[in-house]
C-alpha cells in the first residue's frame, strides 16, 4: 500500500471567513510546499472553487476532493465530498435550494468572492453561505450518500458549531463516514470521553482559512492509489486500507 498525506478541509476565498490569500492558485501552491497528496475542498455551503481548484492541483501531482461544508438546520458544520462534476453540480443546487435570504454584510463577515485561475473576480455571492440551509443532519447525510458521496461531521469536539456540540451524540442510524477531529485533541482523548465512538473512523484536518494554517493536521491514508472510490475503502477500513490522523 501507498501512504498519501490529505488536508481534507480547506476553505478558499469564497467562504466569508477564509483569507483573501486563499485563492485556487495560492492554495495549490500552498498544498505543494507543504507536500500534501490529497486536499478537500470545503467552503461553507458551496462547491463552486472545487472544479477550478482539482484542475490546478492535477498539474502538481495533487488529487483534489471537491465538496463542501455544510450548516444544517441544527448548525452542525458536515463535510461532503462528490465523485464528479456532474454530481457536484446537483448537489450546488441542492444547497442553493435549500439556503436562506439573509445577505452577507461583507464589512462584517467578509467577501465572498469566486475567482478564475488568474485570481480575477468573477462572481460575488450574495446570501450568507455560513447560514444554516434549511434541511436536518440526517436529510443532508441521506442526501450525500443519494448521491453516491462521502459524509463526515466536522471538527465534532469543537465547542459550537459541531455534532456533540448541538446534539451532545451521534443519533441512532447516522451514517456517518468517518468523523472529523480538530487539533486541540486526539482521538484516544475523545474516545476516553465518548466510548460509543470506538467503532469510527477519526481524521483530522487543518481547517485551513489562510495558507499558512493549510496541511498543519493531516490524516494519512493507507491505499494503493489516489481515488474517490479508494478513499472510500480507506475510510471504512476494508480491503486492507485505512486511514488514521498524522501524529
Known sequence: MNRYRADLHVHTVLSPCGDLDMSPANIVEAATRKRVDILGITD?????????????????????????????????????????????????????????TVRNQPELFGYQVVVDEKERIIEEVDKLLISAIDASLEQVEEKVHSLGGIFIPAHIDRPSYSLLSQLGFVPPGLKADALEISGRTTRDEMLN?????????????????????LGTRTTVFEMETRSFGEIRLALAGRLGRRARIEE
Open 44 to 100: 461553507h455551503n458551496s462547491t463552486r472553487h472545487g472544479e477550478l481548484i482539482k484542475r490546478l492541483a492535477e498539474k502538481e501531482g495533487i488529487f483534489v476532493l471537491c465538496g463542501a461544508e455544510v450548516t444544517t438546520r441544527e448548525e452542525i458544520h458536515c463535510l461532503a465530498f462528490f465523485e464528479n462534476n456532474d454530481i457536484l453540480k446537483e448537489f450546488q443546487e441542492y444547497l442553493e435550494g435549500l439556503m436562506g
Open 193 to 213: 470521553r465518548f466510548p460509543d465512538l470506538a467503532g469510527y473512523t477519526f481524521i483530522g484536518s487543518s481547517d485551513a482559512h489562510h495558507p499558512g494554517q
